[in-house]
């Protein structure tokens, strides 16, 4: 596939020009306080992320009055971590670069009216990839299938990697994943500019807005030529010259164009053309767009509302495959309300990530951990996996526990009899059993961060802005 070809041989140019192609980039995985951790550790409702740079995390050094060997040494050590961390930054932004020049190389999607048949993909079946940033690998050998339908949340710590496996998706940059699969990745607010919001989800149907300039076009054409031929003809009677010639050749061009028209007006209403201007006011609206802000144009919103305009459009372009990265962040209760209800019914497969518990229960079907550079998938809501995962782990750590027991034991013996003549088969036995004894992995649970904030003093310190009024025959001043 050629843009998976283009992003992976400027993944490998990336490579090339790091400095160390393993090494960690610029920022840790962001921590993260939660008011309501989870057992396994996601944030989930009502928290809130903190990203911060690993350089503010150090506490700054005092500068050394007389640089001793030890001084110096520090010194040398940070400007080598600045040094690394830059070199991370600008790796990571070189990524970010060959993103986006793969991503406008990539065809637009739109609205995909297909055949009569409908939408040709079904499951997808991604086996053994890998997703690297920068150098740095965030998913190893992963298998994942999507199942056509399937509504997947996709969970994991911050930082390991989600949205870049959501990016590399939506880029085709995945085996498995069907060239003509139309996957839309929500990423990024639309573009400002003069079009009104209603207008700017319409224009996500193509076929529809150029069917209708071209009808509008030939109309437009059919009401000349009529002019020009009833013109024509009078002329031609009046000169009583040529009048079966220019007949012929104004009549033709005339079922020329009532023929293209039959065609457009039939593909219009099949393409159910009528009604795309009302659903894509019912989308926005319940995106919380009144009416008189559907007729705005996009510039004059926000970042967060032209954030809700390009969900709307995916949305309204229903693609093989929705990708979107916390898409609650921008939205009121409102619309948060109405976009569940409108995915629950979601006819197609979609990957959501987010770290709304209430949102993901009431929306998703599976989940998909990122947990350790894997993926695993687990069939039910947000609470069900939660619980799965729990009663996972707890398994995994008695069988670790009983296994390490088992081994101990056998380590005892052999430890005891090893020179012990009389003993030396049990102990060749109890070796040969300890080598054949398979390893349970130990449980590796996500680091758990905790922030602490010194109580405030009873006193409150001294107040920042201070108003004073005056109150003057019955009015403040
Ligand atoms: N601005 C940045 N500068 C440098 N590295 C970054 C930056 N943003 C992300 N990364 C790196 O890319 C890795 C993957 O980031 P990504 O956004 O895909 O993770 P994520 O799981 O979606 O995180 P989150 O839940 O915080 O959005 C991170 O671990 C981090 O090391």
Partial sequence: MASRRVLSSLLRSSARHSPSTRAPLAFPPPPISSPRPSPTGFLLSG??????????????????????????????????????????????????????????????????????????????????????????????????????????????????????????????????IPKNCQILHVEQEVEGDDTTALQCVLNSDIERIQLLEEEARLLSQQCTDTYAVVRKRDLEDDEETGKSNSKANGSMDKNAISKRLEEIYKRLEFIDADSAESRAASILAGLSFTPEMQRKPTKTFSGGWRMRIALARALFIEPDLLLLDEPTNHLDLHAVL?????????????????????????????????????????????????????????????????????????????????YNAKRASLVQSRIKALDRMGHVDAVVNDPDYKFEFPNPDDRPGPPIISFRFHFVCGEFF
């Fill in 47 to 176: 928290a809130v992320e903190y990203a911060v740079p690993a350089a503010s995390l150090v506490p700054p050094s005092p500068p050394p009055t007389s640089p001793t060997a030890g001084a110096i040494g520090k010194i040398i050590d940070s400007g080598c971590v600045r040094d690394d961390a830059e070199g991370h930054l600008a790796q990571y932004q070189m990524h970010l670069a060959e993103m986006e020049a793969v991503r406008a190389g990539m065809p637009v999607v739109c609205v995909n009216h297909g055949g009569n048949e409908g939408s040709a993909v079904r499951d997808i079946h991604m086996e053994n990839f890998t997703v690297s940033v920068g150098g740095r690998d965030l998913i190893t050998d992963a298998s994942v299938t999507l199942s056509f339908g399937r509504h997947y949340g996709l969970v994991g710590r911050n930082g390991t990697g989600k949205t870049s496996f959501l990016r590399h998706m939506a880029m085709h940059a995945i085996d498995g």
């Fill in 338 to 418: 109405w976009l569940e209800s409108y995915l629950v019914r979601w006819p197609k497969t979609f990957i959501v990530v987010s770290h709304a518990r209430e949102f993901l229960n009431t929306v998703v079907t599976d989940i998909i951990h990122l947990h350790g550079q894997k993926l695993t998938t687990y069939k039910g809501d947000y609470d069900t996996f939660e619980k799965t995962r729990e009663e996972q782990l707890k398994n995994q750590k008695k069988a670790f526990e009983s296994k390490e027991k088992a081994r101990a034991h056998m380590q005892a013996f052999i430890d005891k009899f090893r």
